[in-house]
């Protein structure tokens, strides 16, 4: 099997990566660390044969990258996970759950296999929409068709802003990419709708969708998070002060993978008081949800949300993030409607609402 020896050869072994793991932290088996990981692609390029165990131990990794962040050897284990999947997956080596999702993905254009209109949530007319603009707001699958509301809040606070929507949006790609399959069509697709635009900068509120829109496709627009973007515009916008206190969840492709931290806190700060979760920023324990974790192992997913809601005090009356699938799977865990988006928080402190469009 093709893997990168070299970055498998450097790990030491040294175990600081068990203190972090998510998954491990539920689990227990060494199988199921970094370190684990490694050892058994070390495995691989021997001959250890693929077999439903392996695919377990590469597949619960939620490509969190709390492990890379700590590790002394400065190697990234979620990267060469990631590529031992794609490699697997050539080889025509995968899971059921691999399989499902990537055949709903390729035959309806996003994770969920809905056939109804991606843009059933936009309730105005859409001629009403630019044909081209500056600014292009990416919606993505979960907020498209989960959490319509927050999509239209969203649009509603960029249209300020003189931002439009794609025409026919499609899955990003990102689910694709994490479980190890070929996403080209997708990038294509999109690319070719925000070239039609003109638009010189994609925002989008989805940490999934934001690092695969910055990180792999091809470097023709700006990217941008919605936090990033409302930090930026802040003093455009007509905020009022609430009676809140609130904490922030860090989404780990958002945080960790991308550096944006302080932009959300930014954005919270203008509009209320925020008390940090126990762990935070760098350090912010995974919710569970990425790497396809939630889609094939969805059990182990809640297990480590559950532990997520833990670090959040009971004095908070929300938890704000700004990632659709932090919110679902946190959500599922017991949080319920008290974590929402920062859209949501922002949409409560307009002092003009009813002016958003
Ligand atoms: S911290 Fe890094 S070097 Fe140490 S065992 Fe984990 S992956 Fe290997
Ligand atoms: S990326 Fe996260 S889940 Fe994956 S091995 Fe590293 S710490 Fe564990």
Known sequence: MRLDLKSINQCVRCGSCRTFCPVLEESGWESANARGRIMILKGLTCGLSPDSKVLESLNTCTTCGICTENCPAGINPPQMIESARRELV???????????????????????????????????????TPKSADYVYFVGCMNSYRYPETAARTYSLLHRFKATLLPREVCC????????????????????????????????????????????????????????FLAEHISELDLKKLDLTVTYHDPCHLGRHNRIFEQPRQVIEAICSLMEMKTNREAARCCGGGGGVRAGYRDLSLQMARRRLEDASDEVDYIVTSCPLCIRNLSDAGAGERVIDLVDLVTMALNDPKNAD
């Open 90 to 128: 050539s080889m025509g080596v995968m899971t059921r759950q691999q399989e499902d999702l990537s055949r709903i993905i390729y035959a309806s254009g996003n994770t969920f296999g809905e056939t109804r209109d991606r843009l059933s949530w936009f309730s105005s007319d859409r001629s009403t």
């Open 173 to 228: 790609g990102s689910p694709l990419m994490r479980i190890g399959y070929n996403a080209s069509r997708f990038v294509d697709e999109n690319c070719r709708q925000i070239s039609e635009i003109g638009a010189s900068t994609v925002i989008t509120g989805c940490a999934g969708c934001y690092t695969t829109l910055k990180n792999s496709y091809p470097k023709d627009f700006r990217v941008l998070s919605v936090p990033e």
